[in-house]
């Protein structure tokens, strides 16, 4: 069982950047993979970024590749997903993930055990 929170979210302008974290609790955060998605109003959730339990392996969304990327650091116990060029379409509740099992970077929502409350991104044009 693993609790996780993020922070890192609010306001910003078109091209401006933002780092999301996402504190874990727990005593086997390095063998979970972690991953970041999003939901926009009236949009289902989407897969943003994935890194592995190592952070060996990583996965990015074609919307964001280029752009976001994502890290961790286990001696933490946090993930992190460093956000640059923010569009509007990037606005979204973002949501921190974990998949158990030690496991690669994983792209997809059913192969992720545990999920945080979410944090707001709001972008501006």
């Known amino acids: 069982q693993v609790q996780l929170v993020e922070s890192g979210g609010g306001l910003v302008q078109a091209g401006g950047s933002l780092r999301l974290s996402c504190a874990a609790s727990?005593?086997?955060?390095?063998?979970?993979?972690m991953g970041w998605f999003r939901q926009a109003p009236g949009k289902e959730r989407e897969f943003v970024a994935g890194i592995g339990w190592r952070g060996r392996s990583t996965l990015g969304a074609d919307s964001v590749k280029g752009r976001f990327t994502i890290s961790r650091d286990n001696a933490k116990n946090t993930a992190y997903l460093q956000m640059n060029s923010l569009k509007p379409e990037d606005t979204a509740v973002y949501y921190c993930a974990a998949a158990s099992g030690y496991k690669s970077a994983r792209g997809v929502q059913s192969e992720y055990d545990y999920w945080g409350q979410g944090t707001q991104v709001t972008v501006s044009s």
């Open positions: 727990g005593r086997t955060f390095s063998s979970y993979a």
